[in-house]
């Protein structure tokens, strides 16, 4: 089983990839503020790799979970007490294709955040099926 990215042809970026990045560059930060950072990346690509290779692929609970009307599963970490990271995957083949990632509140009650969360679905449901239709969009996961 392959780890990879969604590559969107369309921004000639990968979402996830993109995401990664606000914790991983070399940007001016503290020690402190850095190794937490790199904290973060560590327990999601250990999340992703267990997935892999204990599991092939597949959302298994705790860790992963399928959403309910979509083709495709997540992985949440906890960033900090309020918020929490949802990394969304899917299996294809022999692939496990990192399609979107975002931050959302812990709790969230309000009709503008639903529709927040939402349109990251629809976002991500839009690149679940652009990959169906072309697989050679991606970039190797590292």
């Not at 937490?36 to 298994?60: F, L, P, Q, V």
């Not at 929490?84 to 955040?113: G, Q, S, W």
Request: a positive charge; hydrophobic letters at 25%.
């Amino acid at each position: 089983m392959e780890v990879v990215y969604y590559f969107d042809k369309n921004l000639g970026v990968s979402p996830v990839k993109k995401y990664f990045e606000q914790y991983i560059s070399t940007n001016k930060t503290s020690a402190e503020k850095r190794d937490y950072n790199y904290n973060i990346i560590a327990s999601i690509d250990e999340k992703i790799n267990y997935i892999r290779e204990e599991h092939d692929g597949r959302a298994i609970p705790p860790i992963a979970k399928p959403l309910k009307g979509y083709k495709f599963f997540e992985i949440k970490h906890r960033k900090n007490e309020d918020t929490v990271i949802r990394v969304l995957c899917c299996r294809h083949k022999n692939k496990m294709v990192l399609l979107n990632a975002f931050e959302k509140p812990d709790h969230y009650k309000t009709r503008k955040e639903k529709r927040k969360i939402q349109r990251y679905l629809n976002k991500t449901d839009e690149y679940y099926n652009n990959f169906i239709l072309n697989p050679n969009n991606y970039e190797e996961y590292e």
